[in-house]
């Protein structure tokens, strides 16, 4: 009885597991098998790894980097403020104000912000009019405008995942440190942050690697000059055709973003909090 | 010079007082308990002198200094948490070094001491754990040494052994009281449990929606409370109203609704005739009384039985300790006739009852 109730378990588990394992994986493997090509051999990604694509892949890496971070900077004291000091009847309001961005198309988001940001856009109409430019700030098509809209679209994702993190800190640890001499910087670094980094941990792994990647925000926001991977693999597919390049690219890229988020584990902190996972 | 120093302090939350005018003086190296119901402001008083909570009005005063508008990490104060809250991302050690490492002891130093209040409160060897690893009773020990490591003016304990049962609470109960003693630190410790509080304190106080209605050593609390609220509140007495219709010196008689009971009387300027008695259970006798009354309700309590007996409209509660010549209930029940040998309780049982001592109380809030 109990045996076959275990099989029974096992075929119902099985399936599921099984197309999960199937959609992850599968594809990947197609992806790895066309990088290597018809001769199977390493051409695609020696082209991948040259200077020229060098550059844009730490520079992907660096936008990655840099834009989680300014995220979680902007999360930390949003989510405490809604978890801990806001009212709780504002609580929810305040939660889908913030996250409304992840309910709209992205392609009109990072639109809506050329709207704002262009030289005769929203902010320099104002600003201008106020008399408090002499001539329109040239901020659209730059780094800026760029990191503004992958905040905006990004920040979302960051503050609900953070938000469960906050909800779950005991203020009672804080009167804790308070009460032992902990200034507030030190509350800051001995309670809230340890008590929040997996949140900030998962926040990080869900964002980075798709601002890293992504394509429609630089592409809309972004300046010309400045390319990142996402616009190369679009290339080599579309004008190229060549598959097995854009793949090895992919996959060159898939390593640097787990080589990225390594280092970020080699922090003891890090690893001590990621171990109880 | 006393330890702590509290005067006329006040916290309203809301338009709500949940502190009024609390005044309060602790000896160096005493052991104060301040006790009361839940939501009489014991706790909220507690966070103020902690300095977790900004009092509206009031001066606090440790060791001479006004610390009134200090935060709490200058004040030479340490608090026991409800729930103890250690730092669960922390080791044992890493815990209890944490108030020192933040008031710039050097490690060297740190870890000594960090060795020493483990071991006064016998967790020597324990440092490296981490504290979810630990009993109940070694998370009691560990948060106690966490602020106990600070040497603190006064210690703050806010129902610390609330969450224990019962046999560990009177473990506890001891250790606290022995540790006290070794460190000669002085200890406020806040509760509800009357029991743990007159077990272990030098002075009581006893707190009532905002204020402090009485205070005192146990034993006077206990055998001559001033107020209706306060014998209640401590050991279940039984409040009966009456009149007093004969006084000799400090004593008086007191006609109640179950009938005439002596009370002694504290308060002689009391010339009020209408009264109020308390009587404590074990103050009853059972037998050759002139009270007479039926048991409505009986319980067994282990080492004594509780019965509930009806004079004339007024309910007494009443207690009798079980001998120990194994009086079980099924003994007792065959045992029959003879009333005074029976120990057992009967609902319905005519009874009489002797008061032996009662004391005169204030009626009303004060």
């Given at each position: 009885?109990?045996?076959?109730?275990?099989?029974l378990?096992?075929?119902?588990?099985?399936?599921?597991?099984?197309?999960?394992?199937?959609?992850?994986?599968?594809?990947?493997?197609?992806l790895?098998?066309?990088s290597?090509g018809?001769?199977l051999?390493?051409?695609?990604?020696?082209?991948?790894?040259?200077?020229?694509?060098?550059?844009?892949l730490?520079?992907?890496?660096?936008?990655?980097?840099?834009?989680?971070?300014v995220?979680?900077?902007?999360?930390?004291?949003v989510?405490?403020?809604?978890?801990?000091?806001?009212?709780?009847?504002?609580r929810?309001?305040?939660l889908?104000?913030?996250?409304?961005?992840?309910?709209?198309?992205?392609?009109?988001?990072?639109?809506?912000?050329?709207?704002?940001?262009?030289?005769?856009?929203?902010?320099?109409?104002?600003?201008?009019?106020?008399?408090?430019?002499?001539?329109?700030?040239?901020?659209?098509?730059?780094?800026v405008?760029?990191?503004?809209?992958?905040?905006?679209?990004?920040?979302?994702?960051?503050?609900?995942?953070?938000?469960?993190?906050?909800?779950?800190l005991?203020q009672?640890l804080?009167?804790?440190?308070?009460?032992?001499?902990?200034?507030?910087?030190?509350?800051?670094?001995?309670?809230?942050l340890?008590r929040?980094?997996?949140?900030?941990?998962?926040?990080?792994?869900?964002?980075?690697?798709?601002?890293?990647?992504?394509?429609?925000t630089?592409?809309?926001?972004g300046?010309?000059?400045?390319?990142?991977?996402?616009?190369?693999?679009?290339?080599?597919?579309?004008?190229?055709i060549?598959y097995?390049?854009?793949?090895?690219l992919?996959?060159v890229?898939l390593?640097?973003?787990?080589a990225?988020l390594?280092v970020g584990?080699l922090?003891?902190?890090?690893?001590?909090?990621?171990?109880?996972w | 010079?006393?330890?702590?120093?509290?005067?006329?302090?006040?916290?309203?939350?809301?338009?709500?007082?949940?502190?009024?005018?609390?005044?309060l003086?602790?000896?160096?190296?005493?052991?104060?308990?301040?006790?009361?119901?839940?939501?009489?402001?014991?706790?909220?008083?507690?966070?103020?002198?902690?300095?977790?909570?900004?009092?509206?009005?009031g001066?606090?005063?440790?060791d001479?200094?006004d610390?009134?508008?200090?935060?709490?990490?200058?004040?030479?104060?340490n608090?026991?948490?409800?729930?103890?809250?250690?730092f669960?991302?922390?080791?044992?050690?890493?815990?209890?070094?944490?108030?020192?490492?933040?008031?710039?002891?050097?490690?060297p130093?740190?870890?000594?001491?960090?060795?020493?209040?483990?071991?006064?409160?016998?967790l020597?060897?324990?440092?490296?754990?981490?504290?979810?690893?630990?009993?109940?009773?070694q998370?009691?020990?560990?948060?106690?040494?966490?602020?106990?490591?600070?040497?603190?003016?006064?210690?703050?304990?806010d129902?610390?052994?609330?969450?224990?049962?019962?046999?560990l609470?009177?473990?506890?109960?001891?250790?606290?009281?022995?540790?006290?003693?070794?460190?000669?630190?002085?200890?406020?410790?806040v509760t509800?449990?009357?029991?743990?509080a007159?077990?272990?304190?030098?002075?009581?106080?006893?707190?009532?929606?905002?204020?402090?209605?009485?205070?005192?050593?146990?034993?006077?609390?206990?055998?001559?409370?001033?107020?209706?609220?306060?014998?209640e509140?401590?050991?279940?007495?039984?409040?009966?109203?009456?009149?007093?219709?004969?006084?000799?010196?400090e004593?008086?008689?007191?006609?109640?609704?179950a009938?005439?009971?002596?009370?002694?009387?504290?308060?002689?300027?009391?010339?009020?005739?209408?009264?109020?008695?308390?009587?404590?259970p074990?103050?009853v006798?059972?037998?050759?009384?002139?009270?007479?009354?039926?048991?409505?309700?009986a319980?067994?309590?282990?080492?004594y039985?509780?019965a509930?007996?009806?004079?004339?409209?007024?309910?007494?509660?009443?207690?009798?300790?079980?001998?120990?010549?194994?009086?079980?209930v099924q003994e007792?029940?065959?045992?029959?006739?003879?009333?005074?040998?029976?120990?057992?309780?009967?609902?319905?049982k005519?009874?009489?009852?002797?008061?032996?001592?009662?004391?005169?109380?204030?009626?009303?809030?004060?």
């Amino acid at each position: 009885m109990a045996t076959a109730e275990r099989r029974l378990d096992r075929l119902v588990a099985s399936g599921p597991a099984l197309l999960a394992l199937a959609l992850g994986v599968f594809p990947l493997l197609v992806l790895f098998v066309e990088s290597l090509g018809p001769g199977l051999g390493p051409a695609n990604y020696a082209e991948a790894l040259s200077p020229l694509y060098r550059g844009a892949l730490t520079y992907s890496i660096g936008v990655g980097v840099a834009v989680t971070a300014v995220c979680l900077l902007v999360a930390y004291p949003v989510t405490y403020w809604l978890a801990h000091r806001c009212p709780a009847r504002y609580r929810l309001v305040g939660l889908v104000a913030l996250t409304l961005p992840l309910w709209l198309n992205y392609v009109v988001l990072n639109y809506a912000w050329v709207w704002i940001l262009a030289r005769g856009g929203v902010v320099n109409a104002v600003l201008v009019n106020a008399g408090v430019l002499g001539q329109p700030l040239e901020v659209l098509y730059t780094e800026v405008s760029m990191a503004l809209g992958f905040v905006y679209i990004y920040l979302p994702y960051v503050v609900l995942t953070m938000y469960v993190s906050m909800e779950r800190l005991d203020q009672r640890l804080m009167a804790a440190a308070r009460d032992l001499g902990a200034t507030n910087l030190r509350v800051f670094v001995d309670v809230i942050l340890p008590r929040t980094l997996p949140g900030a941990a998962a926040a990080t792994l869900i964002v980075y690697a798709r601002i890293a990647g992504a394509f429609a925000t630089p592409e809309i926001l972004g300046s010309p000059g400045n390319v990142m991977v996402a616009r190369l693999v679009v290339q080599a597919v579309r004008e190229y055709i060549d598959y097995g390049f854009a793949a090895a690219l992919s996959f060159v890229f898939l390593v640097a973003v787990l080589a990225s988020l390594a280092v970020g584990a080699l922090f003891p902190r890090v690893r001590r909090e990621l171990r109880q996972w | 010079m006393s330890a702590l120093a509290v005067e006329g302090l006040g916290k309203a939350f809301a338009g709500e007082h949940a502190v009024e005018d609390v005044s309060l003086t602790l000896e160096r190296g005493e052991f104060f308990s301040l006790i009361g119901p839940s939501g009489c402001g014991k706790t909220t008083t507690l966070r103020m002198l902690a300095g977790l909570l900004d009092p509206d009005s009031g001066t606090i005063r440790i060791d001479g200094t006004d610390v009134t508008d200090r935060p709490a990490r200058n004040r030479a104060t340490n608090m026991v948490f409800q729930d103890l809250v250690l730092f669960p991302h922390m080791t044992v050690a890493e815990n209890v070094a944490y108030g020192l490492a933040r008031s710039g002891v050097p490690k060297p130093e740190r870890q000594t001491r960090v060795a020493e209040a483990l071991d006064l409160v016998d967790l020597g060897g324990f440092g490296e754990r981490d504290p979810a690893d630990l009993s109940g009773g070694q998370r009691q020990r560990v948060a106690l040494a966490r602020a106990l490591v600070n040497d603190p003016e006064v210690l703050l304990l806010d129902e610390p052994l609330a969450s224990l049962d019962r046999a560990l609470r009177g473990e506890m109960q001891r250790e606290f009281r022995r540790i006290q003693r070794d460190s000669e630190t002085t200890f406020l410790y806040v509760t509800h449990d009357q029991e743990s509080a007159m077990s272990m304190s030098d002075r009581v106080a006893v707190m009532r929606a905002g204020g402090i209605v009485d205070r005192g050593p146990p034993r006077r609390l206990y055998s001559r409370p001033r107020t209706r609220f306060v014998a209640e509140f401590l050991g279940d007495a039984t409040v009966l109203d009456g009149e007093v219709v004969g006084r000799n010196g400090e004593t008086a008689v007191v006609e109640t609704q179950a009938g005439r009971v002596s009370a002694t009387s504290e308060t002689a300027n009391d010339h009020s005739d209408s009264v109020a008695v308390a009587i404590r259970p074990e103050a009853v006798t059972l037998g050759d009384g002139d009270l007479t009354g039926e048991v409505v309700d009986a319980a067994y309590k282990g080492f004594y039985e509780e019965a509930t007996v009806d004079c004339g409209g007024a309910r007494l509660t009443v207690r009798r300790e079980r001998s120990a010549g194994g009086s079980t209930v099924q003994e007792a029940s065959t045992d029959g006739g003879d009333p005074s040998r029976d120990r057992r309780f009967r609902v319905g049982k005519s009874v009489s009852l002797r008061v032996d001592r009662a004391v005169l109380v204030e009626d009303g809030d004060g």
